[in-house]
């Protein structure tokens, strides 16, 4: 599943665009570690966490792209820490719950 597809499904806006990016799975939590221990490689994280260290996180994770719930505003130095780092953001007006049941044909995490 492509960035643009996962913006679609989810009635999202790119924030930042990671056209290069092949999503294979989806993993919903808002708990870092436990994103760090579980969360698979190519997957898309359903969070509501909006700062600098959930790009950290995707970076050793090897997470390609973050869905930021309920909207919540993307502050610049987790956007270009994300361009840096090749990592998408697309924002929703979705509850974590309702994304993730709109990302519901990605297989689970394999991790």
Excluded: W
């Amino acid at each position: 599943m492509t960035v643009r597809e996962i913006a679609e499904k989810t009635r999202g806006e790119i924030i930042v665009d990671n056209p290069n990016a092949a999503i294979n799975s989806a993993y919903a939590s808002d708990l870092l570690s436990d994103v760090m221990g579980h969360c698979g490689d190519e997957s898309v994280l359903v969070t509501i966490q909006n700062h600098l260290n959930t790009i950290a996180v995707c970076t050793l994770a090897g997470i390609e792209a973050i869905v930021v719930c309920h909207r919540r505003p993307v502050p610049n130095d987790m956007a270009e820490a994300a361009k840096r780092e090749n990592v998408a953001i697309i924002t929703t007006e979705m509850s974590q719950f309702e994304a993730s049941k709109a990302l519901a044909e990605l297989p689970a995490s394999s991790k």
